[in-house]
């Protein structure tokens, strides 16, 4: 059975850095379309990023030139860097996974827990 677990959630002034881990088991996390998708308070879910099993990788426009997401194969483990943080980067981020050719949030077939990020003003 697959499992996603965050962590590196926390509180952050504005203009600071967070690195969310997603850690996967039950299977190889390069099988896999990985995705961070995040909940703001009152808002839908949005997806932020999404490395594809090739590598490739894709932004919300919101947090490109923020943003990095890469993963290591070697500890089975997707990250999602975060830097010059706004107050409306603040939410719930999820990591999810999905065999799915084309990503959307409904395509994501394995989700974690979530972990928050807070940023303050």
């Known amino acids: 059975q697959v499992q996603l677990v965050e962590s590196g959630g926390g509180l952050v002034q504005a203009g600071g850095s967070l690195r969310l881990s997603c850690a996967v088991s039950g299977r190889t996390v390069s099988s896999y379309a990985m995705g961070w998708i995040r909940q703001a308070p009152g808002k839908e879910r949005e997806f932020v990023a999404v490395?594809?099993?090739?590598?490739?990788?894709t932004y919300v426009d919101s947090v490109k030139g923020r943003f990095t997401i890469s993963r290591d194969n070697a500890k089975n483990t997707v990250y999602l860097h975060m830097n010059s943080l706004k107050p409306e980067d603040t939410a719930v981020y999820y990591c999810?996974?999905?065999?799915?050719?084309?990503?959307?949030?409904?395509?994501?077939?394995?989700w974690g827990k979530g972990t928050l990020g807070t940023v303050s003003s």
């Open positions: 999810a996974a999905s065999t799915s050719l084309v990503v959307t949030i409904s395509a994501m077939e394995y």
């Open positions: 490395i594809s099993r090739s590598g490739g990788n």
